[in-house]
């Protein structure tokens, strides 16, 4: 583990000077966070002013939609993880082969790299939030507990997402190709992580389901604690679940990758 810790620091720096090597792909990217949000808040205001009761939709305030939509696109950035989209290519050409021979395993430098992009990207995304904030005016009903959670509840979505995307991304050992699986996994994550649709505002079927997986406590809970829209016992309930999430990703990571490197090894790559 220490070899680990002593390089994270170069590779963090090699990740940071790629970011801003390609700061125009990356700035793009980072910026179609932006879209899928500001899009559901337009949406979701005219669903809120056309309903049965004007100004709200089950029970939410037009301020509220507002405040969760808008958190969403936040921690939605500060979450990302695209392991499930890559490994499928490092696979399939070969390229894993290379990080495999390097003294540290491959997923550190995947994670040097999903930090260096979020804080790159910072300084783009920071002002365009503050000014869609003063544009919008969402309703933010968070207080002082909910401020204090808040960082270790983004903190272990941010995990949870990088972990579970890495799972997911193990599949590519054993298939030929990962897009269909992982544009699958990315719509349930939009959809049953409460990207799309408030989690309060699913079917209770669904609003079960997505309590059962991963996904809510990727982009749902965080997004809904910083818009102030949990009690503290839900806000706590949310946190154990994010710990439990991230014990059985990181079990669930080092059999997938056992198993995974085991089938690429005996194909000769």
């Given at each position: 583990?220490?070899?680990?810790?002593?390089?994270?620091?170069?590779?963090?720096?090699l990740s940071?000077?790629t970011?801003?090597?390609?700061?125009?792909?990356?700035?793009?990217?980072?910026?179609w966070?932006?879209?899928?949000?500001?899009v559901?808040?337009?949406?979701?205001?005219?669903?809120?002013h056309?309903?049965?009761?004007?100004?709200?939709?089950?029970?939410?305030s037009?301020?509220?939609?507002?405040?969760?939509?808008?958190?969403?696109?936040i921690?939605?950035?500060?979450?990302?993880?695209?392991?499930?989209?890559?490994?499928?290519?490092l696979?399939?050409?070969?390229?894993?082969?290379a990080r495999?021979?390097?003294?540290?395993?491959?997923?550190?430098?995947?994670l040097?790299?999903?930090?260096?992009?979020?804080?790159?990207?910072?300084?783009?995304?920071?002002p365009?939030?503050?000014?869609l904030?003063v544009?919008?005016?969402?309703?933010?009903?968070?207080?002082?507990?909910?401020?204090?959670?808040?960082?270790?509840?983004?903190?272990?979505?941010g995990?949870?997402?990088?972990v579970?995307?890495?799972?997911?991304?193990?599949l590519?050992?054993?298939?030929?190709?990962?897009d269909?699986f992982?544009e699958?996994?990315?719509?349930?994550g939009?959809?049953?992580g409460?990207?799309?649709?408030?989690?309060?505002?699913?079917?209770?079927?669904?609003?079960?389901?997505?309590?059962?997986?991963?996904?809510?406590?990727?982009y749902?809970?965080?997004?809904?604690?910083?818009?102030?829209?949990l009690?503290?016992?839900?806000?706590?309930?949310?946190?154990?679940?994010?710990?439990?999430?991230?014990?059985a990703?990181?079990?669930?990571?080092?059999f997938?990758w056992?198993?995974?490197?085991?089938r690429?090894?005996?194909?000769?790559a």
């Amino acid at each position: 583990m220490n070899h680990v810790v002593s390089a994270l620091p170069v590779m963090f720096r090699l990740s940071i000077a790629t970011m801003i090597q390609y700061r125009a792909e990356v700035a793009l990217w980072a910026l179609w966070g932006i879209v899928s949000p500001a899009v559901l808040m337009a949406v979701w205001t005219a669903a809120a002013h056309g309903s049965a009761t004007p100004g709200q939709v089950g029970g939410l305030s037009v301020g509220q939609l507002l405040a969760y939509f808008y958190m969403t696109m936040i921690v939605g950035h500060l979450t990302t993880a695209w392991d499930v989209y890559e490994m499928g290519w490092l696979v399939r050409t070969g390229a894993l082969s290379a990080r495999l021979l390097k003294p540290i395993l491959p997923i550190w430098e995947s994670l040097a790299d999903n930090v260096a992009y979020k804080l790159v990207t910072l300084a783009l995304l920071a002002p365009i939030w503050l000014l869609l904030a003063v544009l919008v005016r969402p309703d933010f009903q968070a207080g002082a507990f909910d401020w204090l959670l808040a960082p270790v509840a983004v903190g272990l979505a941010g995990l949870v997402a990088f972990v579970w995307g890495y799972v997911i991304a193990t599949l590519a050992f054993f298939v030929t190709k990962m897009d269909s699986f992982s544009e699958l996994y990315f719509g349930l994550g939009m959809f049953l992580g409460g990207r799309f649709v408030p989690i309060s505002l699913l079917p209770g079927p669904l609003r079960w389901l997505s309590a059962a997986l991963p996904f809510r406590w990727m982009y749902a809970y965080p997004s809904e604690l910083l818009a102030g829209q949990l009690s503290r016992e839900a806000a706590l309930i949310g946190l154990l679940c994010q710990a439990a999430w991230l014990a059985a990703g990181i079990a669930a990571l080092g059999f997938c990758w056992r198993t995974g490197l085991k089938r690429y090894s005996a194909v000769g790559a």
